[in-house]
């Protein structure tokens, strides 16, 4: 369990975010929705520890991320995976030792067991004979599917996605949100993906949380996002015709 | 200042908490290749070509009829071994690996890779920075060590084929007078700016915000600042060890 008590972060004099609440479950897929330029990414880089917000905490488990000891530190990142918006795969390595990379780093596996894991992950993602091709060898979705590969191979307890399905097409991205879905529910994972794509919404939303300009608006289900009553909420989903129809 | 407090700073990063030794062999082998022997034919080229060009030159101004000719060998010799060999060769190195490191780490940085590293809890500073600092300051005198001999070697075939210079004068100049401590220095100093161009570089690199635009400025910034500091530290070193 993931719990967040008042992060509150500012840029200049500008403030992002205005002391932000939750709670995120084990087994459970998280949203974290919002327009362009509320604070998601920069709410996602605080819990993971890109960016120290000014003030709050974040508990993983109970144990206090920020001021927590550099050891016990990494030991929460090395439960944490992943998944960045452009993938975030290394350039130089093939897909198959991107995927391996957090176990040659982080564990003192033998190597067959390394490459065994890494195989079995890229299984799990549909992309077993992908392995040896390089990552600009393959497409947008293969490349997004490769992160949340590399994000599981050390069975995260905790797993982060921001904006899985940016730049994808729509039935990529429902494919890919499924991928999420599913591992989420198989490794009882607790994850939180930062989206503003509404099929990912509608999908994959167990629990949605609403920021605007740095505030916590809302918090429901897919079921109760159209009918939250949060005129800024109904404003951000009425933006997508298919909604709209829905609605009428 | 506050850049040259950030640069202190990001220097203590690649040192602390660093992973495991064997982590960084196959990396310092792998970056030895890319910075030493890819400079391998640059080095070499230019500094024949600068050797050759100084014996030229030196014969040219060279116009007393009581001054031996051999002293133009000498020329050629402690100009290539004090100053153009180690300083030419790392200005030509900051340009070829500055601006590499830099985009390399600045890409890496755009794209979230580096972020990537430090959420898996990798000190990415360390990881990614201190193997090529390792392989510029181990590589660097070996092309330096190279480029003193080829810079001779230029002066030489320049100087005996245009026939300013028999081959019996030349190789009685290089010997006139040798201080082995001029080789000494020579070393010293690409050490130094060995060190200076990788670890401005990288800074650079590491620390881009933004996107292709701000990655390119990094890349100009870093073979500029270096370009700074091998002068400034060539100018510091000459007074101390030669004066």
Same mark, same amino acid.
């Given at each position: 369990?993931?719990?967040?008590?008042? %992060?509150?972060?500012?840029?200049?004099?500008?403030?992002?975010?205005?002391?932000?609440?939750?709670?995120?479950?084990?087994?459970?897929?998280?949203?974290?929705?919002?327009?362009?330029?509320?604070?998601?990414?920069?709410?996602?880089?605080?819990? %993971?520890?890109?960016? =120290?917000?000014?003030?709050?905490? &974040?508990?993983?488990?109970?144990?206090?991320?920020?001021?927590?000891?550099?050891?016990?530190? =990494?030991?929460?990142?090395?439960?944490?995976? &992943?998944?960045?918006?452009?993938?975030?795969?290394?350039?130089?390595?093939?897909?198959? @030792?991107?995927?391996?990379?957090?176990?040659?780093?982080?564990? #003192?596996?033998? #190597?067959? @067991? =390394? %490459? #065994?894991?890494?195989?079995?992950?890229?299984?799990?993602?549909?992309?077993?004979?992908?392995?040896?091709?390089?990552?600009?060898?393959?497409?947008?979705?293969?490349? $997004?599917?490769?992160?949340?590969?590399?994000?599981?191979?050390?069975?995260? $307890?905790?797993?982060?996605?921001?904006?899985?399905?940016?730049?994808?097409?729509?039935?990529?991205?429902?494919?890919?949100?499924?991928?999420?879905?599913?591992?989420?529910?198989?490794?009882?994972?607790?994850? &939180?993906?930062?989206?503003?794509?509404?099929?990912?919404?509608?999908? %994959?939303? @167990?629990?949605?949380?609403?920021?605007?300009?740095?505030?916590?608006?809302?918090?429901?289900?897919?079921?109760?996002?159209?009918?939250?009553? &949060?005129?800024?909420?109904?404003?951000?989903?009425?933006?997508?015709?298919?909604?709209?129809?829905?609605?009428? | 200042?506050?850049?040259?407090?950030?640069?202190?700073?990001?220097?203590?990063?690649?040192?602390?908490?660093?992973?495991? +030794?064997?982590?960084?062999?196959?990396?310092?082998?792998?970056?030895?290749?890319?910075?030493?022997?890819?400079?391998?034919?640059?080095?070499?080229?230019?500094?024949?070509?600068?050797?050759?060009?100084?014996?030229?030159?030196?014969?040219?101004?060279?116009?007393?009829?009581?001054?031996?000719?051999?002293?133009?060998?000498?020329?050629?010799?402690?100009?290539?071994?004090?100053?153009?060999?180690?300083?030419?060769?790392?200005?030509?190195?900051?340009?070829?690996?500055?601006?590499?490191?830099?985009?390399?780490?600045?890409?890496?940085?755009?794209?979230?890779?580096?972020?990537?590293?430090?959420?898996?809890?990798?000190?990415?500073?360390?990881? +990614?920075?201190?193997?090529?600092?390792?392989?510029?300051?181990?590589?660097?005198?070996?092309?330096?060590?190279?480029?003193?001999? +080829?810079?001779? +070697?230029?002066?030489?075939?320049?100087?005996?084929?245009?026939?300013?210079?028999?081959?019996?004068?030349?190789?009685?100049?290089?010997?006139?007078?040798?201080?082995?401590?001029?080789?000494?220095?020579?070393?010293?100093?690409?050490?130094?700016?060995?060190?200076?161009?990788?670890?401005?570089?990288?800074?650079?690199?590491?620390?881009?915000?933004?996107?292709?635009?701000?990655?390119?400025?990094?890349?100009?910034?870093?073979?500029?600042?270096?370009?700074?500091?091998?002068?400034?530290?060539?100018?510091?070193?000459?007074?101390?060890?030669?004066?």
């Amino acid at each position: 369990m993931i719990e967040i008590k008042n %992060i509150a972060k500012t840029f200049g004099d500008r403030q992002v975010l205005a002391g932000i609440d939750g709670s995120f479950k084990p087994g459970d897929t998280s949203l974290i929705i919002g327009g362009s330029g509320t604070g998601k990414s920069v709410l996602l880089k605080c819990m %993971i520890g890109l960016i =120290k917000p000014d003030s709050g905490e &974040v508990l993983y488990d109970g144990r206090d991320f920020l001021t927590t000891d550099l050891n016990e530190q =990494k030991t929460i990142r090395r439960e944490m995976g &992943v998944l960045f918006q452009g993938s975030a795969l290394f350039d130089s390595k093939t897909v198959l @030792e991107n995927v391996r990379f957090p176990l040659d780093m982080l564990t #003192e596996q033998p #190597e067959s @067991e =390394k %490459i #065994e894991r890494a195989q079995e992950c890229l299984r799990r993602v549909g992309l077993e004979n992908a392995g040896d091709r390089m990552p600009s060898e393959i497409s947008g979705g293969m490349k $997004k599917r490769v992160g949340i590969a590399r994000a599981i191979v050390l069975n995260p $307890k905790y797993l982060f996605c921001d904006e899985p399905n940016s730049g994808l097409d729509p039935l990529t991205s429902i494919k890919i949100d499924q991928l999420i879905s599913e591992i989420t529910d198989e490794y009882q994972i607790t994850t &939180v993906v930062i989206t503003h794509d509404m099929n990912s919404m509608l999908e %994959i939303g @167990e629990k949605i949380m609403f920021l605007y300009e740095g505030n916590k608006l809302w918090e429901g289900t897919s079921a109760t996002l159209t009918h939250s009553g &949060v005129n800024e909420l109904n404003e951000f989903i009425n933006a997508n015709k298919l909604i709209r129809e829905m609605e009428k | 200042m506050s850049r040259l407090g950030s640069y202190f700073i990001f220097l203590g990063t690649l040192f602390r908490n660093r992973e495991k +030794l064997r982590v960084y062999l196959g990396l310092i082998l792998n970056e030895c290749t890319s910075i030493g022997v890819g400079s391998i034919f640059i080095v070499a080229l230019v500094n024949t070509f600068i050797g050759a060009v100084t014996c030229v030159q030196t014969a040219y101004n060279l116009t007393n009829p009581f001054v031996p000719k051999n002293i133009i060998a000498l020329i050629v010799r402690d100009s290539s071994i004090l100053e153009l060999a180690p300083t030419l060769s790392c200005i030509v190195l900051a340009g070829k690996v500055g601006s590499n490191i830099a985009s390399e780490l600045g890409t890496m940085r755009i794209t979230e890779q580096i972020d990537a590293l430090e959420v898996m809890g990798i000190n990415s500073s360390s990881y +990614l920075v201190l193997p090529k600092v390792i392989a510029s300051v181990f590589m660097f005198p070996l092309l330096v060590i190279m480029a003193g001999f +080829l810079s001779i +070697l230029g002066g030489y075939l320049a100087g005996t084929l245009a026939g300013v210079i028999s081959p019996e004068e030349y190789v009685s100049g290089l010997r006139v007078d040798y201080k082995p401590f001029g080789v000494v220095f020579a070393l010293i100093k690409t050490v130094v700016f060995a060190f200076l161009i990788s670890t401005i570089s990288a800074y650079r690199g590491y620390n881009v915000q933004g996107g292709a635009l701000e990655v390119g400025a990094a890349s100009t910034a870093a073979v500029t600042n270096s370009c700074v500091a091998i002068v400034a530290a060539d100018f510091i070193l000459t007074q101390l060890l030669l004066t």
